[in-house]
């Protein structure tokens, strides 16, 4: 599917491809990954941190690096000298202990980690907390319900996943708006180690490491209590690692959340009629529909616009592409996600798609641990907003919303939406 077709005179392909990295590509990026894919599809280009690295932009090519041993995840393994790594925001090159979590470390060390975190965070945990996360996206529903206009950014999908977390954590009630500030600086400042971000991270990391010491001598029934007590043929997390642990799951799942809520509520205003489909459907009491829409939304336009990166530890070769040894790929998972060579009909939107393996929670090892509350949260915030605000709308001109422009993750700023007061 990938040939170009012989028989249509084509325009001749621009030997430079497309620009990449600016407002227009924020806004709507698919454009320059189809070309990406069809012209250049493991294409090496300079980001605009000044670093080198190949973007791989086709489903097949994307699922094999996801899976890639060759492919470490320790930015260790990156070619650039030294001196120039301060500059890359690249996530992990700071040496703190914090940072040696699942997205930095290969096997051996990361198959350890991730088996004893798997025995705390565990899908049974995440359903047994389905009822909270019901209460809390109508909690925060109803703080905005009666005004009949809100920010579904600020007011809804940022603080959700941001509760959910604390509260599975087990952080007390009365701590949990601390997080939600310390969030809020690193979403608004991206993760790079500067002024305010730099201070909420260690805030954080204080916190985090403090709680998980007084749990030790006091155990609950809470996600830290169980990352303290998982053991794995004797082998249990140090306090250090509990709270690198702890800290990666705020990290990895809190703007991705805020964005799969953002994003997806966006992708239904613009598909008018999938969202009226989904409607009916929840007011017909089904839940097959909110589900697969929930998957066709990440693969559709999903928070995660590229994986995270990963350097070649020995010469590979993908999609033809010769890789050389320190070199960073970063796997596109929003245009493999809309590869023809997959998907049919990539860029619709087909809420009831059922063959829809996406790589919007990646693919191999580092495979998303927390997809099951993601799933979760999607779909009990989409379902709850869609029944209980029914004439939800865009407040503003769509050509009038920002989106945030980092490099990993795609998101809309803010989200104005308007209703009938309830
Ligand atoms: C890993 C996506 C929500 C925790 C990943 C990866 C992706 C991803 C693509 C793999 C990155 C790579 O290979 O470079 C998402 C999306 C989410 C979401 C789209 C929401 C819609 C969450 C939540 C949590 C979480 C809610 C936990 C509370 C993690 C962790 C990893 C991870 C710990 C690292 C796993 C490892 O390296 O073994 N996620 N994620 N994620 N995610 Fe998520």
Redesign the pocket.
Known sequence: MHEPTSAAPEEPAPAQGPTLFDWEFATDPYPAYAWLREHSPVHRTRLPSGVEAWLVTRYADARQA?ADQRLSKNPEHHAEPAHAKGKTGIPGERKAELMTH??NIDPPD?TRL?RLVSKAFTPRRVAEFAPRVQELTDHLIDAFAGRGEADLIHEFAFPL?IYA?CEMLGVPREDQDDFRDWAGMMIRHGGGPRGGVARSVKQMRAYLGELIHRKRDDLGNDLISDLIRASDHGDHLTEAEATAMAF??LF??FE??VN?IGNGVHSLFMNPGERARLQSSLAAGERDLLETGVEEL?RYD???EL??WRFATRPLVLGGQEIAVGDPVLVV?AAADRDPARFADPDALDLSRSDNQHL???HG???????P??RLE?QTALATLLTRLPDLELAVPPTDLRWRGGLIMRGLRTLPVRFTPR
């Not at 090892?365 to 997809?371: N, R, S, T, V």
């Open positions: 996801l699942l997205l990361h991730r996943p977390i990666i799951l990895a799942g991705t959340t799969l990440l999903g928070p995660v994986a995270t998972l919007g929670y990646g090892i580092h495979y998303c641990l927390g997809a509350l993601a999607g």
